[in-house]
């Protein structure tokens, strides 16, 4: 699932309560613990604690639907024998299916 707007970033930031003006989701939807986690989101550096939090925040919208997305996303990452460099996107920020293409190599 997609949890973006095209190419510019993720809409993770949208359902935060700050953000949820009315005029714009016209959902008025609110979560405390969403909120938690979405500030510690913004000011974490570490990686991998920042994709454990996107996953909790993405649990959240999925447990709660205050949106029905109407696109999913598919990224390939290719697992090929003699190709070495591909990696699999782990972070919402991560740029498309050719990260570190510039490393890639055959052998």
Do not use: K
Not at 33 to 58: C, G, H, K, W
Not at 91 to 99: D, I, K, V
Request: glycine share 8%; proline share 8%.
């Amino acid at each position: 699932m997609a949890w973006a707007r095209g190419r510019g970033g993720p809409l993770l930031a949208d359902f935060a309560t700050e953000q949820c003006c009315p005029v714009e989701t016209r959902c008025g939807w609110s979560n405390a613990e969403y909120d938690r986690i979405f500030e510690a989101y913004t000011t974490t550096l570490s990686e991998p604690e920042r994709v454990s939090q996107a996953a909790q925040l993405e649990r959240i919208l999925i447990e709660e639907l205050p949106v029905i997305p109407h696109f999913f996303g598919v990224e390939t990452t290719p697992h090929i024998s003699g190709l070495q460099g591909p990696v699999a996107r782990h972070a919402p920020n991560t740029s498309g299916p050719f990260l570190h293409v510039q490393d890639w190599e055959w052998r």
